[in-house]
């Protein structure tokens, strides 16, 4: 096949047909041979028919892989697709993380994981923050257990200064977006615990969560929150969420923006966590 004379700047088909405008050529010339020289020309000719059934094969050689890699921009669109949807989704947690959270962040998680840019990066371990007037920080959650291997941590979906900014005066009253977006932080950990007692072997719970562990497993058991990620009532202890006229306004916030969907089963009051769509 003569298409590896061509320069490199030759595309492979205009290289075939090339070499197909050739072959065609020499066709021509053959069939006039024949006429004049029938006992030679046959040997030629079926030369000439192997050539052509080699430069077809070839050619459907092309066309398979040109047809490989048309199948293959879809899968490539959709993937850009999802990776523009998860750089939103990190610049948006990015954006409204509160500020006494970015220290531990960017110390321990975001500068380990960034490599990677997976969710996992922006689970903050199981701290929950501690919060006064003057002050904001993370305190660590001492019942809070590891992370389990193929359980997701609970989500942490941050409320924006718009969302904030949306509400009518009277819901939203004194609330601040840092004040919102830490008690999210400590009601994903609550979730979190009582996810991991749910999952724990009974063999390894302690006496003094045994009864709650239990319990936990019936309320995850059923219709409405089997599945999710949740937390109970009792579950609010502070220190960034409490059951004052505080934390009950901020509860009403995450309700009304979708962060948190509410259900009693028995005599609990249990809370959904919702997830970033």
Known sequence: MDAGDGSPATSPLDAVAAAFKSRVVELQDLVLARSMFPATGVPDLKSVDAS????????????????????????????????????????????????????????THFEQSSSRMQPECFN????????????????????????????????RWYISSEELDSLSSYMRGRLTLEKVNIAINEV??????????????????????????????????????????????VDIKGPGLKLDNTGKAILTVLRHLGRIHETRIGHHRVFLLSKQA
């Open 52 to 107: 052509v059934t080699a430069m077809e094969s070839q050619v459907q050689d092309i066309r398979r892989c040109l047809q490989e890699e048309l199948d293959a921009i879809p899968k490539a669109k959709k993937l850009i697709e999802w990776s523009l949807k998860q750089q939103e989704k990190l610049q948006h947690m990015l954006a409204n993380l509160p500020s006494g959270m970015r220290e531990d962040v960017f110390a």
């Open 188 to 233: 994903a950990s609550y979730a979190d615990v009582n996810a991991h007692l749910v999952t724990c072997p009974k063999q390894k719970l302690s006496a003094d969560v045994f009864d709650k562990a239990l319990e936990l497993r019936d309320i995850a058991a059923t219709g409405a929150v089997k599945g999710k990620p949740f937390f109970l009532e």
């Open 124 to 155: 903050f371990s199981s701290s929950v923050p501690e919060y006064n007037e003057c002050e904001l920080k993370i305190k660590e959650e001492p019942v809070a257990a590891p992370k389990k291997k193929g359980r997701a941590p609970a989500p």
